[in-house]
């Protein structure tokens, strides 16, 4: 993995001004995450090809954190008003800390249960933000260095241009 105990990926709306939840994996409580972590290991989810064909069966299931992700519409205000909405708007990764969570949108604090620092990166496509990735190490607390959110970029990079590519074809 890229060193995250969970993550979730929103799309910005432009004309509705909000973020809309795709997906996510990861769980809210410590004893479903060890259980899970526990079967992933098990289950040989580690070697790709094994995971892939785990996949493509359809036997990977939803974690707690992607099914709620999935049903969240967060409205964004102003540039300055909370760290999501800098983050779509500025085009800039942010660390959101527990003393800044009053400032996210109630919907995203609700459904995920965040406690620890939260890494928010932009998914940009041709210079804007066409989305943002959000993750934390809620059950281990691992601190979110540098070096993470390098490999955060990285992905989020990837992600978005498939997330262009798939638009352009879609």
Do not use: K, M, W, Y
């Given at each position: 993995g890229l060193g995250f105990n969970r993550a979730a990926i929103f799309l910005f709306d432009e004309r509705a001004?909000?973020?809309?939840?795709?997906?996510?994996i990861g769980n809210i409580s410590p004893s479903d995450a060890d259980r899970d972590w526990d079967e992933h290991a098990r289950s040989g989810r580690e070697d790709f090809r094994r995971y892939h064909d785990l996949l493509e069966q359809q036997r990977i299931t939803l974690?707690?954190?992607?099914?709620?992700?999935?049903?969240?519409?967060?409205?964004?205000?102003?540039?300055?008003?909370?760290p999501f909405a800098q983050v779509v708007h500025w085009n800039n990764w942010q660390?959101?800390?527990?003393?800044e969570f009053g400032s996210l949108p109630v919907?995203?604090?609700?459904?995920?249960?965040?406690?620890?620092d939260l890494a928010v990166v932009p998914l940009l496509?041709?210079?804007r933000a066409i989305g943002m990735l959000v993750a934390d190490n809620k059950f281990t607390r691992e601190p979110i260095t540098h070096e993470l959110i390098?490999?955060?970029?990285?992905?989020?990079n990837t992600t978005a241009g498939a997330i262009e590519t798939h638009m352009l074809i879609a």
């Open positions: 001004d909000e973020l809309t939840g795709q997906l996510g974690t707690p954190v992607g099914e709620r992700v999935r049903t969240l519409r967060l409205r964004l205000g102003p540039p300055n008003s909370d660390i959101v800390h527990p003393e919907g995203f604090v609700g459904a995920l249960q965040p406690s620890t496509g041709h210079g390098d490999s955060l970029l990285a992905f989020a």
